[in-house]
């Protein structure tokens, strides 16, 4: 098992920024990923770190704006956001795939999941 811990949600203004962080522990895995969730919405891919040697991959609709990082010494995967904006209020939730997994933008693919962290862009 994985275990997952987000921290770093809160309210914002718009073209704010925040830093969300993600402690992992347990056993090793392959990726983390950012998904987010809005009311009435399917959880939404937001970006993906390969844990070792740190690929990163976005969505298009944070490409620029956000930048997903990795410190292997502390087990904790950061989501850096900037320029937020009102529609990208939402449950913001980080996720690990299997070793020998590469589990793509799919949630169903990644087999551990946080909490959740909520995230609230006012405009």
């Known amino acids: 098992q994985v275990q997952l811990v987000e921290s770093g949600g809160e309210l914002v203004q718009a073209g704010g920024s925040l830093r969300l962080s993600c402690v992992a522990s347990?056993?090793?895995?392959?990726?983390i990923g950012w998904f987010r969730q809005a009311p009435g919405k399917e959880r939404e891919f937001v970006a993906r770190i390969r844990w070792t040697i740190g690929n990163t991959y976005y969505a298009d609709s944070v490409k620029g704006r956000f930048t997903i990082s990795r410190d292997n010494a502390k087990n904790t995967g950061y989501l850096q956001m900037n320029r937020l904006e009102p529609e990208e209020t939402a449950v913001y939730y980080c996720?690990?795939?299997?070793?020998?997994?590469?589990?793509?933008?799919?949630?169903?693919?990644?087999?551990?999941w946080g909490q959740g962290t909520q995230v609230t862009v006012s405009s």
């Open positions: 347990g056993r090793s895995f392959s990726y």
């Open positions: 996720a690990a795939g299997r070793l020998g997994i590469v589990p793509g933008t799919l949630p169903v693919n990644y087999d551990y």
